[in-house]
């Protein structure tokens, strides 16, 4: 049971509580568990009824042949049927399974790269400095808008902004955004500009690193490649996992720049085919839901190994100021 | 601490915030319980089929569309409620962009509107399904007065023998020009009976004059009216029943002739034809300029012409005219777990039937069915566009051939594949031959599963 909520509003009961005789303590207690949960219901019905309850039912159906518009009465159970076809019978999938995994490799790392970079030059409370924060932040709170990508379709089309500023330079662009071979990079590039996030989430551990340790580097004559390397890498470090994980499960769920720059359609020639657009229309297009709700639960199973795979990493690289191990 | 709170004298405030949170709940469990009482006691409201004709009824009604058409559905609905006061309507409209996806989740949901609007690519898909009322009792008994339609009209809301859609009006697929451009170039303006080889030779001249910043024409190989409309000119179909009428040859003779018009610039390069593929009104390559001509519906003339200062024309398809025919351009179907059946099918008499309707909808959703209605609405059609539109189909009309049976389910997933493969041979990622061959094997298995 977790702990009562009025407990953790009202220390100051606390002590009455333990001094009370043993029975009473039990109900009441009992009583302000319910409270919480009471207090908690408004989230915790939207978690069952919006998230958990449907998870586990796109589970089940997923083992059924179920299309979107079927009756109930037509469902049939087909066992793994839906992953077997994934795995063995959908080039599409294998496809799509490949341009998420370009995207994210290449996205992520640039995206966090960037998003170090910055918060290292806006460190320091120089004037102006809180400027250029938000500034480089900005384009995250547009993050994942339609009308963003739409901009950026428009930029990165054949006589778009991007080609009108290379023919100052007498180069003669490609139409990036609607050529099978640069499509994904322009929305690698989309992603990697919206690196605001992380870099705030930087900014505050940079802050968080005692001055102490870079004047005693000093005193003992470390060029800012040491310091930056052994000291400021290793205190980040939590940090740069948080941003890790974070990254990696955002980047492989790209979605809308993929929809909204191919016209929901993964092209031209299912280059940005991303696998949440692949599951988006099949569920929609095709109405075949059961196989989605499968292509879904792999993608759910993959992501949490995954992450699992990155905490196990963390023991080796990932160091806690407080001294605490793991 | 800046917020430091004034304790309240003689006594712990937080025993008081106890007591009222305590008082809370108890307010708030009762209200929930009334709430919910309350929902269910509606919801038992509704549910009752009344046998009083003039009880009250609140039909829902779902349509894609713009501005303009919200307007005059609007406007004609408020005509049947005027006629029967009894009668209102939840109205929900929204562009055509994720209306499929909102209709499927309804549907999917047992919540689908009563009346809904749908078109040739999902008929099938909702017909077979079983999630559309079979309409043909109303049909025979004049509830649903079809009379005056052309019956190849009606045939075409017909799936698997049930009648699941009441076309709404007739369109047909034109090919449309930028006539501004054209005769800028001196040239002549395409006409309905050229050959697919005199367009593309023609297409060839209007790049070459205008020194290729106009592309002659937009390359519809990605588009299925085409291919429907050049298959059928050489005696063949898209759809034989359950399976694609055509042959992996055909497809890929279709890639190369318009491979042949891309290489001789008759037809723009691949990320062009591209922007277009999609459909979208907006970025047709006659309106932004890019080619002279278009591939699409003959009514969106209207909607094509806000979209550009120069005149356009519209004619048929090339190749033979008796290719196309006379396709429902939308229906109204009703949702088969509806409480209101013959209210419904009684709204959507009124609304393909009356000649005031008529007059408000004008050819927006497409030329009127009902072929009195037509004769009394298309003289007094104001806007140039849609009178050219009109006028082009009602001389078409005797050249038409017979019409095909509805598109199969999976006729979406078929559109999409022929522009994906279309594509691969456009962006050359793909010979004309093996695009074809894959094209024809996914689309069979799209149809058949």
Known sequence: MPPSLAEAVHPAEAPAVTRAPRRRPTTARRGEGLAGYVFLSPWLLGFLGITAIPMLFSLVLSFTDYELLDSWSDVKFVGFANYHKMFTADPHYWHSVGVTVRYALIAVPLKLAAALGVALLLRRDRRGNGTFRSLFYLPSLLGGSVALSLVWLAMFSRDGAFNAFLRLFGIEGKPWANDPDWALATLILLAVWQFGAPMVIFLAGLKQIPNEYYEAASVDGASRWRKFWHITMPMLSPVLFFNLVLEVIHGFQGFTGAFVLSGGTGGPVDSTLMYTLNLYLAGFTDFKMAYASAMAWVFLAVLGVLTAAIFSTGRFWVHYADGEEN | ?449
């Open chain 2, 1 to 449: 601490m800046p917020n430091t709170a004034p304790l309240a004298p003689g006594g712990s405030p937080l025993d008081h915030v106890t007591a009222s949170r305590r008082t809370l709940l108890r307010g708030l469990g009762a209200a929930a319980l009334l709430g919910s009482a309350g929902v269910s006691l509606a919801a038992c409201g509704d549910d009752k089929p009344s046998a009083d004709p003039n009880a009250p009824v609140e039909l829902s009604i779902f349509w894609w569309g713009g501005d303009a058409r919200a307007k005059s559905t609007d406007a004609a609905l408020a005509l049947y409620t005027k006629a029967h006061p009894n009668v209102t309507f939840k109205k929900t409209w929204q562009a055509n962009a994720g209306y499929y996806d909102k209709l499927a989740t309804l549907t999917a949901g047992g919540n689908a509107p009563d009346i809904f609007q749908i078109d040739d690519g999902a008929l099938s898909e909702y017909a077979e399904r079983h999630q559309t009322l079979d309409l043909s009792a109303y049909k025979d008994s004049k509830k649903i007065d079809v009379s005056k339609f052309p019956p190849s009209l009606v045939q075409y809301g017909v799936v698997d023998g049930a009648f699941a859609g009441v076309p709404t009006g007739e369109n047909t697929p034109g090919m449309i020009y930028d006539e501004t451009a054209i005769t800028a170039l001196g040239l002549a303006v395409p006409t309905t009976g050229m050959s697919w080889e005199d367009l593309i030779t023609w297409a060839e001249q209007v790049t070459t004059k205008s020194g290729g910043k106009l592309y002659g024409t937009m390359d519809p190989s990605a588009d299925y009216k085409a291919l429907w409309i050049w298959l059928r000119q050489q005696g063949k179909q898209l759809y034989d029943g359950k399976k694609l009428g055509c042959t992996a040859d055909d497809v890929a003779k279709w890639f190369d002739l318009w491979k042949g018009a891309r290489d001789r610039k008759a037809a723009p390069p691949a990320d062009i034809i591209h922007t277009a593929n999609a459909g979208d009104v907006t970025k047709q390559l006659v309106v932004t300029g890019k080619a002279a001509t278009s591939f699409l519906w003959a009514n969106q003339v209207t909607e094509l012409a806000k979209a550009t200062k120069n005149k356009l024309g519209v004619v048929a398809y090339p190749g033979d005219p008796s290719a196309q025919w006379a396709r429902a351009a939308m229906y109204l179907s009703i949702y088969k777990g509806t409480k209101h059946a013959d209210t419904a099918a009684d709204v959507i008499n009124f609304l393909v039937n009356s000649p005031d309707v008529g007059k408000l909808w004008g050819t927006d959703r497409g030329l009127s069915a009902n072929t009195d209605v037509r004769a009394a609405v298309v003289p007094g059609l104001s806007d140039a566009n849609a009178k050219a539109s009109s006028d082009f189909e009602t001389q078409l009309a005797s050249k038409f051939g017979t019409a095909p049976a509805v598109p199969p389910k999976g006729h979406v997933k078929v559109r999409s594949l022929l522009i994906t493969y279309a594509e691969n041979v456009q962006y050359a990622k793909a010979t004309s031959a093996a695009a074809a061959d894959q094209f024809v094997n996914e689309a069979n298995a799209a149809i058949a599963g």
